[in-house]
Structure formats: structure tokens, C-alpha cells
């Protein structure tokens, strides 16, 4: 195992880093955004916790971020000459096993990723909370915010488990996917599905129909893809026999 935590290390520390970096950006842009929409809301009516999250379109922020998230994950192990496979010799190590801990350490980079969106997001409600006519929130209006905006919906499901399941098993299979382009790449294969299921995942996270079906059948194929994925990357391939 020592080996196997040799080789994972230095693109561990350089992802943690950039994952820091592009969670803290995608923050920073969703703060902008709320703010500006809030500076500019007009009419009678007071703002809205929930209409200030669609109006500033904050899913779009979450969303570049974590395309950008994905598009770095893809790096450790790209090149497919020399360097990587000289170090899986020198450590005698278990390439197919490696790419799946890869895998599993890109799906908590993604999972780290959601819970800094989650709390930027309660940040700025609190902020707003914090500063709007009592008259107009009470104690129950960020607990009606969650169900009624999408976006802050997929971030704390709260009691809808099926979202949340839908969400760790979205994190694990574009972590899978994510190492199974590269380990395919070093081999002279294409694997391209992380290129769609990033775009799924960055569209499709922040809508929630109210359809418990729509999130459980996600879950599904998102678990049977990350099947897929484990068997790619410990298979035989005709260019290894």
C-alpha cells in the first residue's frame, strides 16, 4: 500500500491545490452574482431568498467550475510515454489498481469541491438573512429556500436522500471517469465518456423535478458506469496480452 500512496501523492497535493482554487473562484463568482442582483432588485415587492439564487444564476458559476474540476483531473497520468509508466516500474505497482484509487481520490476531490459550492452557497443566504426586514424571513425561510430553488435544492438535499445518493454517485463516476481517460490514454485507447458526463453533471445537477424517479434512475446508471469503469481499467486489453 506505502507503493500505491508513493505514486498517488504528488498529483494528490497539485490537485487538492487547483480543486481549492477553482471551488474558491466558483465561490467568489457566485457571491458576485448574488450581490449584484440584490443591488439591483427592483419594484415593490422585497427580494426573495430563492429568486435571488435563479435570477443571479448561480448553477452557471457551480457549473463552470466544475467542468474546469474535471478538465484538471484529467492530467495526473496523461502523457503517454515515458514518465508515468518509468514510475509504475520503479514502484512496481499495479496500474489498473492505481487507476481505480485514482479514481476514488478524484471522487472526493469532486465531493470536497460540492461541499465549498454548499458553503458559499449558506454563506451568502445567511448574509442575506442577516440583513433583510425581519418582517419578511423568519426562521424557516432558508429551510423553504432548500426546496424551493433547485440549485440550493441539489446542494443540501436535506431529507431527500435519493438527490444525495444521486449526488455521491455522480462524484464517484466522473472521479472513475476521469482516471479511466487517462489510464486509456497512456495506452493509445480512447475513452471520452468523462466528456460527456461532465457536461450531464454540470447541466443537470442543479435541476430537480420533484420526481424521486428522475434521481433514482441517475443513480442507477451512474452506478452501473462506474461498473463499466472499474472493469476498463483492471480488464485485459489485446495491447497488454
Same mark, same amino acid.
Given at each position: ?24 473562484? +466558483? +465561490? ?9 442582483? &440584490? ?24 457549473? +463552470? ?22 514510475? %509504475?516500474?520503479?514502484? +512496481? ?8 484509487? #485514482? ?10 469541491? #460540492? ?39 441539489? &446542494?443540501?438535499?436535506?431529507?431527500? #436522500?435519493?438527490? %444525495? ?31 460527456? %458526463? ?31 469503469? #472499474? ?11
Amino acid at each position: 500500500m506505502n507503493r500505491y500512496l508513493t505514486a498517488l501523492a504528488p498529483a494528490a497535493r497539485l490537485a487538492v491545490w487547483k480543486t481549492l482554487l477553482i471551488a474558491l473562484g +466558483a +465561490a467568489a463568482v457566485q457571491a458576485v452574482l448574488f450581490f449584484l442582483v &440584490l443591488s439591483h432588485w427592483g419594484g415593490e415587492a422585497p427580494p426573495i431568498l430563492e429568486s435571488l439564487i435563479q435570477e443571479g444564476r448561480l448553477s452557471l458559476a457551480f457549473a +463552470a467550475g466544475l467542468l474546469i474540476l474535471c478538465a484538471i483531473l484529467i492530467l495526473p497520468g496523461w502523457d503517454k510515454g515515458a514518465k508515468t509508466s518509468y514510475t %509504475l516500474r520503479r514502484l +512496481a505497482v499495479n496500474e489498473g489498481k492505481l487507476s481505480l484509487l #485514482w479514481g476514488v481520490q478524484n471522487a472526493l476531490l469532486l465531493f470536497f469541491y #460540492w461541499v465549498c459550492q454548499l458553503a458559499a452557497a449558506l454563506i451568502l443566504c445567511q448574509s442575506f438573512l442577516a440583513s433583510a426586514d425581519p418582517a419578511t424571513v423568519n426562521h424557516q425561510s432558508l429551510f423553504l429556500a432548500c426546496y424551493r430553488s433547485p440549485y440550493l435544492h441539489s &446542494l443540501l438535499p436535506l431529507a431527500d #436522500w435519493l438527490v %444525495l445518493l444521486r449526488n455521491l454517485s455522480g462524484c464517484l463516476v466522473l472521479g472513475l471517469a476521469a482516471s479511466a481517460f487517462s489510464f486509456h490514454r497512456r495506452h493509445g485507447r480512447n475513452n471520452l465518456l468523462i466528456l460527456p %458526463l461532465a457536461v450531464v453533471a454540470a447541466v443537470g445537477f442543479p435541476v430537480y423535478a420533484g420526481n424521486p424517479v428522475l434521481s433514482l434512475g441517475a443513480t442507477v446508471i451512474f452506478l452501473l458506469l462506474c461498473f463499466y469503469f #472499474w472493469k476498463s481499467v483492471t480488464g485485459v486489453h489485446e495491447d497488454e496480452e
